[in-house]
């Protein structure tokens, strides 16, 4: 008896190290440490359930949100099941804002990455972090291969990057987004009054945490938002008809000036470009700038970006912008991408006044001139990605001029860019993605949360334990059968829509008052407080504006709603010229809206453009009042 039971022990203690050991690496980074396949999510926004079937709950995030992955994310499958649907479900694990989860999707939506090894050496011979190598895979396969990922080697170290980036007042949150991603450091926070000081107003110190996640490359590389590494520097190969698919929409993209825009990026141009700016500085006798300019060695400018921005800029309708705007000295000028339209009553007029000054007075003069622009303003020096210009990564001038204080700025911006990519059919498109690669980089960064969040820990041991311990101390259930709480439905008692955690729908200018009372008439025992963006209350007779947080408590649990009011970019509850300034500086890129305030200014399909300006200005005349959808 004793004997036999000698060499099962050995094995387990072989075992276990081995297995201690195979814990360890899965530390590194848990996804990679899970056994199964590789594989991809094919398609956007696809829900993940906590078990095989369409009927089982959304697994979260923040323990309120219900988690969706977008086409590229990288994912393991470690097990396959039927549904009772019939369907086949795969269990997969991947990174959610570097956490580690675990739950089911339907199988037509995932791909396996299959052999690619020659890719995989690729990557290596990139230099690529085999923390990075999974998330690139996946993206790649995702594009049909058309995705390329090039690496950058910044030569930083992390912790030198961010320490610099993490300095109080470089990187700021806005209110949005919950107090768990501000810093606390002394400045930022007074912990005597609970007080967090506003940089700008409703903006705040992002935490250090705060800092690395978005700081960390693979933060991006989980889909779409990886387009925050695009190169807007060359693509001298971007063709006529792949141009033509990104303005397929706008009535004003003739095929002459689908050319144009092809060779006002080119190289050559932008240096003729140069040389003209170079001869005006020196005949005005500004020889320091001039001696500047020369300095700088030109490249040239994706077309497909150009063409992304102008229409973004000017919209998608017919435009004098496009087709000439005469003026009084019987000239037309031309402005596609809204260079100096800002300020007064007509900013699109300035914009035209600036073409004028500019003698812009053909469409290619307005191209080559706004690439050139667009060239010395986002591009000269080296920060030819939207992750690089939010952190100035390159040899020139590192860490700054930076060109937003807002953390999620290269985030947000590559996210937008994708959905415009796809909105348009060019998300196959061939593209080039810069990568950078910090040393000595953590083997994960994650986003703060403001509670513990539940991750998937692969289990270490297959074999189940044959002697479980009998819990030492079960608690004898205090009432084994309670009657559950009622559930109330507050969202169509007020007949109002929610998505995500926004809530729209409200009547303009409702009282915050009125709304209690609508809310305690669905159940006169729920708690109601509304607040501001900055968490703090709200009087009564404020009016239910953007970005105001309402919070419901009653006996089945807390729910917790961002308001929208759709026009109310600025959250004053009213929609006004103020919100035309607000809509105006995140188009230009001054100050970008983010939240629930960019939703508010979301006014048709997913973007902030001109139309939502021409919409907020079309309620403000009374002519077409916005729709509180
Ligand atoms: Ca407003």
Not at 325 to 341: E, T
Not at 394 to 414: K, N
Not at 433 to 445: G, H
């Amino acid at each position: 008896m004793t004997h036999s039971s000698a060499k099962p022990n050995r094995i387990k203690r072989i075992l276990s190290a081995f297995l201690a050991v195979l814990l360890l690496a899965s530390l590194v980074l848990p996804v990679l440490g899970s056994v199964g396949e590789d594989a991809y999510v094919n398609d956007d926004a696809i829900n993940v359930r906590s078990g095989p079937g369409a009927s089982y709950s959304s697994v979260q995030f923040g323990k309120s949100k219900a988690i969706r992955l977008y086409r590229g994310q990288y994912v393991k499958i470690i097990a396959t099941e039927k549904g009772p649907d019939g369907a086949s479900w795969y269990q997969i694990v991947f990174t959610y804002n570097g956490y580690t989860k675990m739950g089911y999707m339907r199988s037509d939506f995932v791909t396996r990455i299959g052999d690619d090894s020659a890719y995989q050496a690729y990557l290596t011979e990139q230099g690529f972090p085999k923390t990075y190598q999974p998330y690139l895979r996946a993206l790649h396969a995702a594009s049909g291969g058309q995705w390329t990922f090039v690496a950058y080697h910044t030569g930083l170290k992390w912790s030198d990057a961010l320490e610099n980036e993490s300095t109080l007042g470089r990187a700021l949150i806005h209110g949005n987004y919950g107090t768990a991603l501000r810093s606390t450091a002394p400045g930022a926070y007074d912990s005597k009054t609970g007080q967090w000081k506003e940089y700008e107003p409703d903006w705040y110190a992002a935490s250090r945490q705060t800092v690395a996640y978005y700081l960390d490359p693979r933060s991006y590389l989980t889909d779409g938002t990886c387009i925050a590494f695009e190169q807007l520097s060359g693509g001298e190969d971007v063709t006529h008809a792949q141009l033509k698919k990104v303005l397929a929409d706008c009535a004003w993209a003739t095929d002459a000036i689908i050319d144009e825009f092809i060779k006002a990026g080119s190289q050559e141009e932008l240096e003729k470009a140069k040389q003209t700016e170079l001869k005006r500085l020196r005949s005005e006798g500004k020889t320091e700038a001039a001696d500047r300019l020369e300095a700088v060695t030109v490249s040239g400018v994706s077309p497909i970006f150009l063409a992304v921005k102008a229409r973004s800029e000017i919209g998608t309708s017919s435009t004098k912008n496009a087709t000439g705007y005469l003026l009084s000295d019987g000239k037309k000028y031309y402005n596609f991408f809204n260079i100096g339209a800002y300020g007064g009553s007509d900013p699109n007029y300035n914009g035209i006044l600036y073409a004028q000054s500019k003698g812009w007075d053909t469409s290619y003069k307005a191209l080559l001139g706004g690439a050139w622009f667009i060239f010395r303003n986002y591009i000269e020096a080296g920060q030819d990605t939207q992750y690089l210009q939010r952190f100035n990564l390159t040899p020139q001038y590192t860490y700054a001029y930076q060109y937003a204080t807002d953390i999620t700025y290269a985030y947000q911006g590559g996210w937008s860019t994708y959905e415009s990519y796809v909105k348009n059919g060019l998300a196959d498109t061939a593209l080039t993605f810069s990568v950078p690669i910090l040393e000595n980089m953590p083997a994960v960064t994650k986003l703060p949360t403001s509670a513990q969040e539940d991750e998937y820990t692969p289990d270490p041991d297959p074999e189940p334990d044959p002697d479980p311990k009998p819990d030492p101390d079960p608690k004898p259930d205090p009432d084994p059968d309670p009657e559950p709480p009622t559930t109330y439905d507050y969202v169509s008692g007020l007949k109002l829509r929610l998505s995500d955690s926004y809530l729209s729908g409200f009547t303009l200018g409702t009282p915050v008052k009125t709304l209690i009372a609508q809310i305690k008439a669905v159940n006169p025992d729920a708690a109601v407080t509304v607040t501001d963006g900055s968490g703090k209350a709200v009087s009564d007779s404020a009016l239910v504006s953007t970005g105001q947080v309402l919070t419901i408590r009653d006996a089945a649990g807390t729910y917790t709603y961002t308001c929208v009011v759709y026009g109310d970019a600025n959250g004053d509850g009213r929609i006004a010229a103020t919100d035309l300034l607000a809509v105006k500086k995140h188009i230009l890129g001054v100050r970008t809206l983010t939240g629930a305030y960019a939703r508010a200014a979301q006014l048709s399909g997913s973007k902030i453009a001109a139309t939502s300006l021409l919409a907020i200005k079309k309620h403000i005349l009374g002519t077409t009042p916005i729709v509180q959808k």
